[in-house]
Antibody, heavy 119, light 111 residues
Framework: QVQLQESGPGLVKPSQTLSLTCTVS??????????WSWIRQPAGKGLEWIGR???????NYNPSLKSRVTISVDTSKNQFSLKLSSVTAADTAVYYC???????????WGQGTLVTVSS | QSALTQPASVSGSPGQSITISCTGT?????????VSWYQQHPGKAPKLMIY???KRPSGVSNRFSGSKSGNTASLTISGLQAEDEADYYC???????????FGGGTKLTVL
């Protein structure tokens, strides 16, 4: 059974770039027709999809974040990563990585990691 | 403001059935049978309960069922149990330009 684990700094300064990595275990990130997503959730609020990457490397992003987001994959390390630039306090949230089929049915999730944007 | 509309809260007693609605538009819920439902307990990651409108992942109780009528999808939980108390989110595919939209979440309280 595939498992996902987020990692990265828990504190980022305003205007800097947030960088997170999701490590996949129990299966190859390259196998199967899966999409690997980042999703976030501010404290006490709902879920927001950030973007996803397919096993081929093609990406889709939330239009509201597209100008600041880059998602990439490193198949040699079985990882995919998120970079979110020019962060503000509004980007403070729990960030989740997750695996889905084509239509955003996220069957597998990481435990989530809290990222706080503050000076 | 979320793209999909859910009631903020619902409640029910153990053994009863409840239904959570998720109202979208003809551009998302109404156009695709691709609504998914997630259960989230405090401090935990969401868990997929229903996908493609009415399909249950392996391991999810058959007390959970999904349906759709027009622009509104619904999640029904029968035989309520204390462990069902959680937040529930709906999510729908919405086409290539804005691929996915979420509801704002519904807090289920088991009385």
């Amino acid at each position: 059974q595939v498992q996902l684990q987020e990692s990265g700094p828990g504190l980022v300064k305003p205007s800097q770039t947030l960088s997170l990595t999701c490590t996949v275990s129990g299966g190859s990130i390259s196998s199967g027709s899966y999409y690997w997503s980042w999703i976030r959730q501010p404290a006490g609020k709902g879920l927001e999809w950030i973007g996803r990457i397919y096993t081929s490397g093609s990406t889709n992003y939330n239009p509201s974040l597209k100008s600041r987001v880059t998602i990439s994959v490193d198949t040699s390390k079985n990882q995919f990563s998120l970079k979110l630039s020019s962060v503000t306090a509004a980007d403070t949230a729990v960030y989740y990585c997750a695996r889905a089929g084509r239509y955003f049915d996220w069957h597998s999730w990481g435990q989530g990691t809290l990222v706080t944007v503050s000076s | 403001q979320s793209a999909l509309t859910q009631p903020a809260s619902v409640s029910g007693s153990p053994g009863q059935s409840i239904t959570i609605s998720c109202t979208g538009t003809s551009s998302d819920v109404g156009s695709y049978n691709l609504v998914s439902w997630y259960q989230q307990h405090p401090g935990k990651a969401p868990k997929l309960m229903i996908y493609e409108g009415s399909k249950r992942p392996s391991g999810v109780s058959n007390r959970f069922s999904g349906s759709k009528s027009g622009n509104t999808a619904s999640l029904t939980i029968s035989g309520l149990q204390a462990e069902d108390e959680a937040d529930y989110y709906c999510c729908s595919y919405a086409g290539s330009s804005t691929p996915v939209v979420f509801g704002g979440g519904t807090k289920l309280t088991v009385l």
